[in-house]
């Protein structure tokens, strides 16, 4: 059984920058994809960016492109996300999610619980 645990998340102002991490445990394949997303209120979840395992082929959306970065220790069995010059639309619960399934951006097998990020003007 896999379980994620996402951290860092809080309140910060607009301009400012967040690492979130999420620590991984269980079962790991280097050719599994990990990921991040967000879920505003009354919104739907959105993709943000992923990497393999094995630290290949980061992936990000346009929407966070040259302000996040995801990256990876797997010594340390975590990935971080990396979050630069923070906007106010950036607020969301922001989740980890594991082993993509394919297909839609979204779709990942395991989930962490989420983590807050609020973004105040």
């Known amino acids: 059984q896999v379980q994620l645990v996402e951290s860092g998340g809080g309140l910060v102002q607009a301009g400012d920058s967040l690492r979130l991490s999420c620590t991984r445990s269980?079962?790991?394949?280097?050719?599994?994809?990990m990921g991040w997303l967000r879920q505003a209120p009354g919104k739907e979840r959105e993709f943000l960016a992923a990497i393999s395992w094995n630290g290949g082929n980061p992936t990000y959306s346009d929407s966070v492109k040259g302000r996040f970065t995801i990256s990876i220790n797997s010594a340390r069995n975590t990935v971080y996300l990396q979050m630069n010059s923070l906007l106010p639309e950036d607020t969301a619960v922001y989740y980890c999610a594991s082993d993509w399934l394919g297909g839609p951006q979204s779709a990942y097998l395991y989930w962490g619980q989420g983590t807050q990020v609020t973004v105040s003007s």
């Open positions: 269980g079962r790991t394949l280097s050719r599994a994809r």
